[in-house]
T-cell receptor, first 119, second 115 residues
Framework: DQQVKQNSPSLSVQEGRISILNCDYT??????FLWYKKYPAEGPTFLIS?????DKNEDGRFTVFLNKSAKHLSLHIVPSQPGDSAVYFC??????????????????FGKGTKLSVIP | DGGITQSPKYLFRKEGQNVTLSCEQN?????MYWYRQDPGQGLRLIYY???????QKGDIAEGYSVSREKKESFPLTVTSAQKNPTAFYLC??????????????FGPGTRLTVL
């Protein structure tokens, strides 16, 4: 049973426009979320993260929004650039359980969304 | 400069042979992880280690083995018992002290092809 879902396998966006990548989760215990970017035949690189106590985190062109009631998060890239073309993975962590001694910092990943930014 | 190295980048083996994938980090991270990625799939956790001389099975540990004799090194052995070993293997490490303890940092990966 997939606990972290990225329902769009691919997304195409024109250069300069906004890219919106979506992620849904089913485990309400998840309380920390991360986005990774991955080029073919390379390891993922950390992009941005958000704690469940926030609903928005921004870093340059990248903004992550979290809607806890809907168990949904999204990554916005504005403006999109051709170099942003990659696979984006959403991941979730159980930080609260770790702090209570009941868990570990394992990440649960979605299957990824391939973003293509068209020049 | 610090980072995670995986070698080799590409590895070919005959069916039935064991093969060991290397993962080294000089980030002074305590925790290390092995993942497998298949086409169209997310990252699936094979094994992880929070501290030297200790490791835990992940979601798909069958057919794999690991060791953690040194903080810097976490080699993964793909045994002949692994039914579908051809995949892209990723190693990651994580700082367990202050900052963002959840964030894992990945190596460049090893593409294993079993012929």
């Amino acid at each position: 049973d997939q606990q972290v879902k990225q329902n769009s396998p691919s997304l195409s966006v024109q250069e300069g426009r906004i890219s919106i990548l979506n992620c849904d989760y089913t485990n309400s215990m998840f309380d920390y979320f991360l986005w990774y970017k991955k080029y073919p035949a390379e390891g993922p690189t950390f992009l941005i993260s958000i704690s469940s106590i926030k609903d928005k985190n921004e870093d340059g062109r990248f903004t992550v929004f979290l809607n806890k009631s809907a168990k949904h998060l999204s990554l916005h890239i504005v403006p999109s650039q051709p170099g942003d073309s990659a696979v984006y993975f959403c991941a979730a962590s159980l930080r609260g359980l770790v702090n209570s001694g009941a868990g570990s910092y394992q990440l649960t990943f979605g299957k990824g969304t391939k973003l293509s930014v068209i020049p | 400069d610090g980072g995670i190295t995986q070698s080799p980048k590409y590895l070919f083996r005959k069916e039935g042979q064991n093969v060991t994938l290397s993962c080294e980090q000089n980030l002074n991270h305590d925790a290390m992880y092995w993942y497998r990625q298949d086409p169209g799939q997310g990252l699936r956790l094979i094994y992880y280690s929070q501290i030297v001389n200790d490791f835990q099975k992940g979601d798909i540990a069958e057919g794999y083995s690991v060791s953690r004799e040194k903080k810097e090194s976490f080699p993964l052995t793909v045994t002949s018992a692994q039914k579908n070993p051809t995949a892209f293997y990723l190693c990651a490490s994580r700082r367990t002290t202050s900052g963002k303890p959840d964030t894992q940092y990945f190596g460049p990966g090893t593409r294993l092809t079993v012929l």
